[in-house]
Structures are given as C-alpha cells and as structure tokens.
C-alpha cells in the first residue's frame, strides 16, 4: 500500500486574503485537516468555502497524538496541517509530527506562505542578511539567561512577545544597558490596524508606557556592536 502524506499549510496573520491557491487545493483535496484551534480553522474553511474533517492538534496533546497519526498516513491517508496563523513548526505545534514523519518515511511537504517575523524583519529597517530567530523566551526559568545571550549577539534578533509582556522585555532591555539600542516593535501585522515603531529601546518603552499595548507582536533587535 503507498504510505500517505502529509502537507504543512500556512494560514494568514492577519488579512485572510495571503492564503495561497495552492494552500486552498491541498485544504479541499486533503483526507483530513490537524488544527492546532479547531474553532479558528473552521472560521478559515467557512470563508474559503472548504468542508472537510477536522482534528485537534495542538502544543498540549501533540506528543500524545503523534502516534496516531502517522499510523494514520502510514495507511494511505493525505493529511494537511494548519496553526491558528502562520506557518506551523515557528513557534506553534508541528515539529515533533514532522520529525515522526520522516522518521517513517512518510511523504512531508511545506507550503511557502505566511510567516510574522520575516515582514517584521524587513520592515525594521535593520540588517537582515544574517539574523537569529528567538521565538518566544521563557516566561520565567531561562530567561535572563537567553537576554543576557541575546544583547551580546551581533547579528540582527527576532522575537516574538504578547501584549501582556511587552512591557516586560522592554523594560528588562533597559536594565541591560541597551535603552539607546535601535529597535522595531512591529504590532497587529498585515491586520487593519498594524502598527511599527521604530527608534531605541527606550523611544518603544515610552511609547507603550502612553498606549496600551494590543494585539500579537514582534520585536527587531539591532545587533551589538
């Protein structure tokens, strides 16, 4: 029997008008959709007019169900894997299904398509021929130790952060003696209300000091000297 296959498919930030074509023949072809947010992809299948099956998969059943699904795509079945918003595996479930897939020997393939911090990068105005990507840092254990790694780094950096610690990181970035480091903090991307500030360390930190800080953000850090 020919194994199956499984499809990562990036889904809109933001403006749902970045789904691809090619992201909409494999979500109508497909056997089955995992969703890391059943409720989110629904809404996202209704407007592209698309009805298939749904299964939840997300960062707290996804070493569990794992198991069943390559047995699954081992079987035949075509698979197609979609996060709430951008590309699954950066920062959202999906890198342990992949590596289990390979593993198997089971067909994977990746869509190009939507992903938050590459506009955000661009959009800084910093360098960005070499960069690192950081994701999200730890809420508390580890995470001095990766800022205090990350303001020594000379290479342009990436992060992710949500509104209620953004206040936080910009805040600890001035304990380290970066308040005059060049920054972008990029807000609300391809959304109607995007928003990007642009200045030091310490122009972003009065900014959202004055503003409540809304919607997923993030952050462009200029390298160390």
């Known amino acids: ?30 056997d089955l959709i995992l969703a890391e947010d059943t409720r989110t992809t629904r809404n996202l299948l209704r407007h592209l ?5 749904l299964k939840s998969f997300h960062l707290h059943n996804e070493h569990k169900a794992v198991g069943s699904i ?4 081992t079987s035949g079945l075509h698979y197609a894997l979609c996060s709430d918003a951008g590309t699954p595996g950066i920062s959202d479930p999906g890198f342990l299904l992949v590596r289990a ?21 661009v959009l800084s105005g910093l360098p960005c021929d070499r960069f690192i990507f950081e994701g999200f840092l730890p809420h508390k254990k580890g995470r001095q130790k990766r800022l205090q790694a990350m303001i020594l780094e000379k290479r342009t950096t990436v992060l992710y952060e949500s509104p209620h610690r953004i206040l936080k990181l910009l ?7 970066c308040s005059s480091r060049k920054i972008a903090v990029c807000r609300e991307l391809s959304k109607l209300h995007e928003e990007v500030i642009r200045g030091t360390v310490s122009d ?14 993030v952050v462009v850090i200029e390298g160390a000297d």
């Not at 007019?49 to 099956?53: Q, T, Y």
């Open 1 to 30: 029997m020919e194994s199956g296959r499984l499809e990562i498919i990036p889904t809109p930030i933001g403006n749902l008008g970045d789904i691809t074509n090619r992201a909409i023949e494999v979500l109508s072809s497909c």
């Open 49 to 53: 007019g698309v009805d298939k099956p």
């Open 70 to 73: 390559v047995d699954s795509l």
């Open 101 to 121: 897939c390979i593993e198997a020997g089971i067909e994977v393939s990746c869509l190009p398509g939507a992903t938050a911090f590459v506009p955000a990068l």
């Open 171 to 177: 805040h600890e970035l001035v304990n380290y003696e």
């Open 204 to 217: 972003a930190l009065e900014h959202f000091s004055r503003k409540s800080p809304k919607g997923e953000f």
